[in-house]
């Protein structure tokens, strides 16, 4: 079994060819490919974490899909003055699609 630790979207994620994972939102168009850096390869029984040597590795990933993540509503409060302020945020996101881990 052959998977790769990736660094994507300010995060380190798990992936084999074939896996869709969602990340923070990356520039391009929906059929894009785009390439991550790997930080480690699993090939079977060897592990390959050496700079020099993933160097040479290359994962490659198809782009599917802009979106937007689930909403997160901050509330502020202070007692007895009066303040609240209430604000709501939704992350950017990017659905890929891993092709190839070369």
Same mark, same amino acid.
């Given at each position: ?6 660094? +994507?979207?300010?995060? $380190? ?16 168009? +929906? &059929?894009?490919?785009?390439? #991550?850096?790997?930080? /480690? /390869?699993? %090939?079977? %029984? =060897?592990?390959?974490? +050496? $700079?020099?040597? #993933? +160097? ?9 899909? %802009? /979106?937007?993540?689930?909403?997160? *509503?901050? #509330? *502020? ?9 209430? $604000?709501?945020?939704?992350?950017? #996101?990017?659905? /890929?699609?891993? =092709? &190839?881990?070369?």
């Amino acid at each position: 079994m052959v998977y790769a630790i990736v660094r +994507a979207g300010g995060r $380190q994620e798990k992936v084999s060819v074939g896996d869709t994972i969602v990340i923070n939102r990356v520039a391009g168009e +929906a &059929g894009d490919s785009i390439d #991550l850096a790997p930080v /480690l /390869l699993v %090939d079977g %029984d =060897t592990v390959t974490s +050496a $700079q020099d040597e #993933l +160097a040479k590795v290359k994962v490659t990933a198809e782009k599917v899909e %802009d /979106l937007r993540g689930e909403k997160i *509503r901050i #509330l *502020r409060y202070k007692n007895k003055t009066g303040y609240k302020k209430r $604000q709501g945020h939704r992350q950017e #996101l990017t659905r /890929l699609k891993i =092709t &190839g881990i070369a």
